[in-house]
């Protein structure tokens, strides 16, 4: 399935919001304890610090939608690059813990923003054919920006003694000028010009440079649902009885994606291999492998999911997932078994989280919801990730203290389960159609 050259360059442009995102999400990992040995946080204050910067994102999630539908995804996308650089600049040259906390705030929301906004308009501006690799590039941005992470962190620790967790955080500012500028170039959504302007001309303008084969099937069908919704615009529509099946898919989604416990994983990976007795400098070289598993393992994703589609990928990663998270407990059971396989075990989950869930759910959320909601819905879905992923990361220190290892992953597992029976029962396949055919069947499906 050969993608058009124009559309792909655009894509590419907005799906570097996804290396940010997955740079900013990190990063910290490599500068965490150097941070509560700085400051002698407690396990509480060290959560919160940590923690801060999603709920951040829990907030740009939330009202990400907002300014995305008022002033169009491009100005939004340019916003978005801009928090990212005020954030790595200041959280480096922070002096002490409140500003810092300050601007690991804003940085999360320009992630939980670009989470809403880039696979949105990425969405809206691919043909069917193609919209699952190309919104799918955002998750291949997000484990590119979490390996550069990981390694330039590894590099920084081998070169700079001290206060290296300062140019660790500073580094992001340059890819975030980078995009900045970038996305000046991009086109404004059609989609979002046919459902917010009305400007039907200048969206078939851009169509036909993005869809030439199918821009006018794509005009005449937003044409016909701007007509059918056009009462149907605001937040609590979501939860309207001809929108809450769709609304309550991007919930659970989003809820499965953290359940797996994907981020306690990603900010605290050289915590959990030091609780299995892996040396500091192994540990902070073992993150380095899991991006590069990371980034294998979602490019086959992005092969895959025009191919086979969005719920076959879904199965491979449950089951993927249940298998190493229980693997990775029973290491840390106390039986006979050599801690040097836990990098293995985690390599296994990562790769099952970029196969399945890394791969499905931007495309998944940014697809099922109508032009007219799709900001509220992509925010709605946003939302309910960030704030799993805040709490999560915020309780992960404690209650790892508290519990012990074994027990979390052992909850993580069962979580895995209880996904892989909601994809088996409620999760429907979107693949190779229009977003206005999959809306229209949603619609018809709910009266």
Known sequence: MKINSYVLFLSLIAALGGFLFGFDTAVISGAERQIQELWSLSDWSHGLAIAIALY?????????????????????????????????????????????????FIGGLGVGASSVV?????????????RGQLVALYQFNLVFGILMAYLSNY??????????????????????????????????????????????????KILKRTDPEGVEEAVRLAMEEKKLNKLQVGFMALFNKKYIKIT???????????????NAIIYFAPRIFDMAGISAESALLSTVGIG????????????????????????IGSVGYIISLLLIAYSFSGAEINSSLLPIFVFMFIAS?????????????????????????????????????????????????????MVIFGFFAAMMVLQLIWVFTKMPETKGRS???IQKEFIKENG
């Open 353 to 405: 989280h970029a196969v399945g869930q890394g791969a499905v759910i931007w495309v998944f959320i940014s697809e099922i919801f109508p032009n007219e909601l799709r900001a509220h819905g992509q925010s709605m879905g946003c939302f309910t990730h960030w704030i799993l992923a805040a709490i999560i990361a915020n309780v992960f220190p404690l209650m790892a203290n508290q519990f012990g290892p």
């Open 56 to 104: 951040g994102t829990v907030i740009g999630a939330l009202f990400g939608g907002i300014p995305a539908d008022k002033y169009g995804r491009k100005k939004s996308l340019i916003w978005i690059g801009i928090l990212f650089f005020i954030s790595a600049v200041g959280s480096a040259v922070a002096p002490e813990i409140y500003s810092f906390m300050a601007f690991r």
């Open 155 to 204: 590099l920084i620790d081998l070169n700079i003694e001290e206060s290296s967790w300062r140019w660790m955080l500073g580094m992001e500012a340059i890819p975030a000028l980078i995009y900045t500028l970038l996305v000046m170039r991009v086109p404004q959504s059609p989609r979002w010009l046919i459902a917010k302007k009305g400007d039907f001309e200048n969206a078939e």
């Open 292 to 315: 590069v598993v990371n980034i294998i393992a979602t490019m086959l994703g992005l092969f895959l999911i025009d191919r086979i589609g969005r719920k076959k990928l879904m199965y």
């Open 435 to 437: 977003l206005e055919e």
């Open 248 to 262: 309550m898919l991007a919930i659970f989604i989003a809820l499965f994606n953290q359940l797996s416990g994907i």
């Open 118 to 130: 880039a696979p949105m308009y990425i969405s809206e501006i691919s043909p069917a054919k193609n």
